[in-house]
């Protein structure tokens, strides 16, 4: 899984399922990945994980997600660099119009940059008739990779 | 934590093997109007848990019983939860370290039966067991062979390469592929609705099966994917979900259902404020002599219980585990 922001522009879409409940799902395409997006909830991440824990709150008509709990191993960005279990990121998602959001992530990691910084850019909606996420199974694709080299060898 | 998937899957061996059988009254629930959501469709949103000792299959020793009364299903509650649990020290030693892991990370969910009592979660047909297979054609019987050759290897301790491994094993699919059925732990589902659109998210493994309700047509046929391609439609307060485009790759499906032949209907019905029926109905004529229906009940998960992220792949240090064990073994002259 990417963890976050990296999910957020990874060149895959994600659907965001918003209904009427305390939470918010978005769902990735990327590794069929998802994250629960809690609006109610007050207290700090009560673990680590890949994708992190997400803190949701309005702000007039800007969703504010604050990013805690983020295991390491994860990517920070698509070219590979790091972050700390330290990392924060608060998002904001701005509607434009029906079919654009303004995306801005706060990326701070005091065990890795030496201050805040941001990062912005628009996210368009997909218009295609019937648009739907398509499974992105991953781990078939690495299995080679990591365990290939394991296999049991033709006796000689 | 891959590894307590082998026990889960020996759960699931054994309540295939004991030869079970089946039951049911369906129980008629009581009227009940589900809330609505504010666009009109019935609210199935929450999380959902769908644990229980219940077994599949109606076992032997109840007889052609569907339905036991409060004296009986104590009794039966009492037996399923002795055999299911871990937390025993009968047996000697050796068979308490073969129980492996501890309880606590277990559902304890997993050791009550149905409210309603029933002796099997297969309700039609009326004995309460799945219907004989048919005979395999001699392709298939090939391809569950060399599924089973594989699988030999791996009880034994020597897989050949991950292959031999269950897609289960390998964090390929798990509880996300529909039918859903109960396992010893991420019993939890948390279903979000949006105007158009209703989504499960299974706990494991963490996919989001995002449900359109607006009528569209399936995903081209070409189009295969590991947990099918979803479309809802709603009856009366009853979400009906048809399930097709399943990938080909054998042993995914249940039983090794045939997925160019196999179809599957699922009914989500809100029955109380904290419970929803969910019921499945199984067809392929290439591997059940008749379609065969179950339902399993959906409890409502306390709000301050959470879903929790469910990375399964991620950790998999088990597949490295089981693979160099299996050479060095080799090389040390076992075969």
């Known amino acids: 899984m990417p963890g976050v922001p990296r999910a957020t522009y990874m060149p895959f879409p994600f659907q965001i399922v918003q209904g009427t409940g305390p939470s918010i799902l978005m769902a990735y395409e990327f590794t069929s990945a998802t994250r629960i997006i809690r609006m109610d909830w007050k207290q700090a991440a009560p673990t680590d994980s890949w994708m992190g824990w997400s803190r949701g709150r309005w702000e007039g008509d800007t969703l504010v997600v604050d990013v805690t709990g983020q295991r390491e191993e994860t990517w920070f960005d698509r070219a590979g660099d790091f972050h700390s279990d330290a990392l924060h990121v608060v998002e904001r998602y701005t509607p434009l119009s029906p079919y654009h959001m303004m995306y801005e992530a706060t990326i701070e990691d005091p065990k890795v940059f030496t201050r805040p910084w941001k990062i912005s850019f628009p996210l368009y909606r997909r218009m295609e008739k019937n648009v739907q996420l398509l499974e992105f199974k991953c781990v078939p694709f690495t299995e080679e990779l990591l365990f290939g080299k394991f296999r049991k060898q033709a006796a000689r | ?335």
């Not at chain 2, 109007?33 to 000792?53: E, I, Y």
């Not at chain 2, 073969?98 to 559902?107: I, K, S, T």
């Not at chain 2, 798990?174 to 010893?184: F, H, S």
């Not at chain 2, 948390?190 to 998210?201: D, E, K």
């Open chain 2, 1 to 335: 934590m891959r590894n307590r998937l082998l026990a889960f899957i020996g759960v699931l061996a054994a309540v295939v093997a004991m030869g079970l059988v089946v039951p049911a009254a369906g129980q008629a629930p009581k009227k009940y109007n589900a809330p609505k959501t504010p666009w009109g469709d019935p609210d199935l949103q929450g999380v959902w848990n769908d644990a229980t000792s219940t077994p599949l299959q109606r076992p032997g020793n109840v007889g052609e019983k569907g339905v036991l009364s409060d004296e009986e299903a104590e009794e039966f509650q009492k037996s399923l939860e002795h055999d299911l649990t871990r937390d025993r020290r009968d047996g000697g030693g050796a068979a308490d370290v073969n129980r492996a892991y501890n309880e606590h990370w277990m559902d304890a969910r997993r050791l009550k039966i149905t409210a309603d009592r029933r002796t099997s979660l297969i309700v039609d047909p009326v004995d309460g067991r799945i219907p004989p297979l048919v005979a395999p054609s001699p392709e298939r019987r090939r391809a569950q062979a060399a599924r089973a050759d594989g699988a030999a290897r791996f009880a034994a301790g020597l897989p050949a390469d991950f292959t031999d491994m269950s897609w289960p094993v390998r964090c390929v699919v798990r509880t996300d592929v529909p039918p859903y059925l109960p396992t010893i732990y991420n019993n939890n589902f948390q279903i979000f609705q949006s105007p158009g659109y209703v989504t499960i998210a299974p706990e494991m493994i963490h996919s989001a099966r995002i449900i359109p309700v607006d009528g569209r047509p399936h995903l081209d046929k070409s189009l295969r994917q590991w947990l099918g391609d979803t479309r809802g439609h709603w009856e009366g307060s009853t979400l009906v979900v048809e399930t097709t485009n399943f990938k080909s790759e054998e042993g995914v499906l249940f039983q090794g259902a045939n997925p160019a032949t196999f179809t599957i209907t699922e009914r989500f019905t809100r029955v109380a404020a904290d419970a929803i029926n969910y019921e499945f109905t199984l067809a392929d004529p290439m591997t059940w002599t008749k379609p065969w229906t179950a339902l399993i009940p959906w409890n409502k998960v306390d709000p301050d219980e959470q879903m929790f992220e469910y990375a399964c792949h991620e950790d998999n240090f088990d597949m490295v585990h089981f693979l160099t064990g299996a050479r060095l073994r080799e090389k040390n002259g076992e075969r």
